[in-house]
């Protein structure tokens, strides 16, 4: 009898540390590192040209810059989707060197806020029986985080790989070489001899 007891909460702990393992490991377990490039594309042009275009791209879209220069490029862009909800993305664009093209990752992150409402009170002091709160009709409403991830659609991704081909400077094809003469004739030679 005393076996059993003592087994139970060492079975029931195991179980439970177990549950939390699993819990930890799905994410892990969802973050491949697999050869996909949806978060990066080789593209022509220098970083500097990359990450330009990369800010007009954002730009025509209506997100707001908060840094650009020629290595990488930040915006942003809110949506209120209902009117207690608030949602925002925020996008992070990298360009680097790739031999004489430049390399341009990207990475998108979706935060949503609730409103909440917070009643207020005020206290007011009454001379013999100290100060006493009163409920007050207004409310407090702030902006609250309620979730944050990163946007793992491909075709998102995909169309803005594709907008900002529009804003990478067009490369001049090379003129081609102009034909060699063909070597000359001797224009006595009559053939007869």
Do not use: W
């Amino acid at each position: 009898m005393r076996t059993a007891v003592f087994l139970t909460p060492v079975v029931l702990m195991a179980g439970l540390s177990g549950c939390g393992g699993r819990a930890a490991d799905s994410t892990l377990l969802r973050e491949s590192f697999d050869s996909g490039d949806m978060y990066s594309r080789t593209v022509d042009g220098s970083p500097a040209e990359a990450c330009e275009a990369a800010r007009r791209t954002l730009l025509s879209q209506g997100y707001a810059i908060a840094r650009a220069d020629g290595t990488g490029v930040e915006g942003s862009k809110n949506f209120q989707p209902r009117d207690d909800d608030h949602e925002q993305l925020v996008l992070r664009i990298s360009c680097a060197p790739r031999g004489q093209q430049a390399l341009v990752f990207i990475s998108a992150v979706q935060d949503r806020y609730a409103l909440k409402k917070s009643p207020t009170s005020a206290s007011v002091g009454v001379g013999a029986l100290g100060s006493v709160s009163l409920p007050f009709g207004s409310n407090d409403d702030s902006l609250v985080k309620v979730a944050s991830s990163t946007v793992q659609d491909g075709e998102f991704y995909g169309r803005f790989f594709q907008r900002l081909q529009q804003y990478l400077p067009v490369v001049a094809a090379p003129a081609p070489a102009p034909a060699a003469d063909p070597p000359p004739t001797d224009s006595t030679d009559d053939g007869l001899r």
